[in-house]
Nanobody, 115 residues
């Protein structure tokens, strides 16, 4: 049974940081592209960042480039998203995605950026 479990969300002030984690099981993690998406209230889910199998290649949405860093640990079957200099516009539910022949999704973790 495939599982992706996100954690690390919370309420922070603008300019602060958070680290999101995605713990996975049930598939061959090292063979999966890992991504993070987010969905704000009333908006469609949008791409945030993705990382290749080995971690050597990453891609970011323009809105987070230079502030967010995606990484993975293939020995722990885990992906992370380091989020710095958070803005109110970053407020959303953040979802972990694995592509291993098909898409798998976690349940999401809420990030709220507010003063």
């Amino acid at each position: 049974q495939v599982q992706l479990v996100e954690s690390g969300g919370g309420l922070v002030r603008p300019g602060e940081s958070l680290i999101l984690s995605c713990a996975t099981s049930g598939f061959t993690f090292r063979n999966a592209y890992m991504s993070w998406y987010r969905q704000a209230p009333g908006k469609e889910r949008e791409f945030v960042a993705k990382i290749s199998y080995t971690g050597r290649s990453t891609v970011y949405a323009e809105s987070v480039k230079g502030r967010f860093t995606i990484s993975r640990d293939n020995s722990k079957n885990m992906a992370t998203l380091q989020m710095n200099s958070l803005k109110p516009d970053d407020t959303a539910m953040y979802y972990c995605n694995a592509f291993a022949g098909r898409d798998y999704w976690g349940q999401g973790t809420q990030v709220t950026v507010s003063s």
